[in-house]
């Protein structure tokens, strides 16, 4: 499966442990990020990530461009909901075309631990029909 990967600045130490502790399942996986968060997931779980631009430079629509082709079957988008952002329509967007695509989508550690494992437990299987 394809999964989308995208921390706040605020999040990304989150995001770097959260790899580090689900990385057996996360390697059987193509994993996708915004530049340094990728980066970040790399160095710090030795994970192989396609990274695109930087979020705010346009990483999260280049994963936004992959959502809408159906090339994306996860989402983890740990947000920092405190800090306003810039570009915080591209964090909408990324929200909305999930929602739009039926793409499971976590924003917080707790949604982002029970989608990992059911993904290891074979229940996210459906996503292959919408391909």
């Given at each position: 499966?394809?999964?989308?990967l ?17 990385r ?8 996708y ?16 990530v ?43 967007n ?22 990992i494992k059911?993904?290891?437990r074979?229940?996210l ?7």
């Open positions: 499966m394809n999964i989308g995208v921390a706040h600045d605020a999040k990304k130490k989150l995001m770097q442990n959260f790899c580090i502790a689900y057996g399942i996360l390697a059987k996986n193509e994993l990020a915004t530049g340094t968060t990728g980066r970040l997931i790399e160095e710090a779980a030795n994970l192989s396609h990274k695109y631009l930087a979020g705010h430079l346009g990483g999260t629509q280049q994963l936004g461009a992959q959502i809408e082709h159906n090339e994306i079957d996860l989402v983890i988008f740990l947000r920092d909901p405190l800090t306003k952002r810039i570009h915080e329509p591209d964090v909408d990324i929200l909305k075309l999930c929602d739009e695509h039926v793409i499971p989508l976590a924003t917080n550690l707790a949604t982002a631990e029970l989608l059911s993904l290891d074979g229940d299987e459906w996503r292959e029909m919408y391909k």
